[in-house]
């Protein structure tokens, strides 16, 4: 498995309404064509206009085609035309997990 770890961050004041603008219309589409949705947060220390999105893939590839996928459907794109007048910045990460992390949804470790 692989993370795409998508960091946004957006202009002054811009942060209720692209979390709005996701709920209603950017969420449905990633969902349903992205598939593994792991959340979307904010920040509340540091740099208070940055949202954090992750998405899990099988796999560098998995991701490729499934985003792909994702640039041509029509909810989509009109979901891009209201959300980037509120970007200013994004930085895109694919993480890759260490043999030590515990499975998705177990619980914590303690050592």
């Known amino acids: 498995m692989v993370i795409d770890h998508r960091c946004y961050t957006l202009h002054i004041g811009a942060v209720a309404t692209f979390m709005e603008l996701f ?3 950017g969420l449905e589409p990633q969902v349903r064509i992205l598939g593994n949705f792991m959340g979307l947060f904010k920040t ?3 740099n208070i206009n940055q949202i954090i999105m992750m998405f899990g893939y099988e796999d560098a590839g998995d991701r490729q085609r499934r985003r792909e996928q994702l640039y041509l459907d029509p909810a989509f794109q ?3 035309i209201k959300v980037r007048p509120l ?3 994004q930085e895109v990460r694919l993480l890759t997990p260490s ?3 515990p499975p998705f949804g177990a619980p914590i470790l303690k050592v």
């Open 99 to 101: 043999k030590c992390n």
């Open 44 to 46: 509340e220390i540091g």
């Open 23 to 25: 709920e209603k219309e």
């Open 87 to 89: 970007l200013k910045e």
């Open 78 to 80: 009109s979901y891009l």
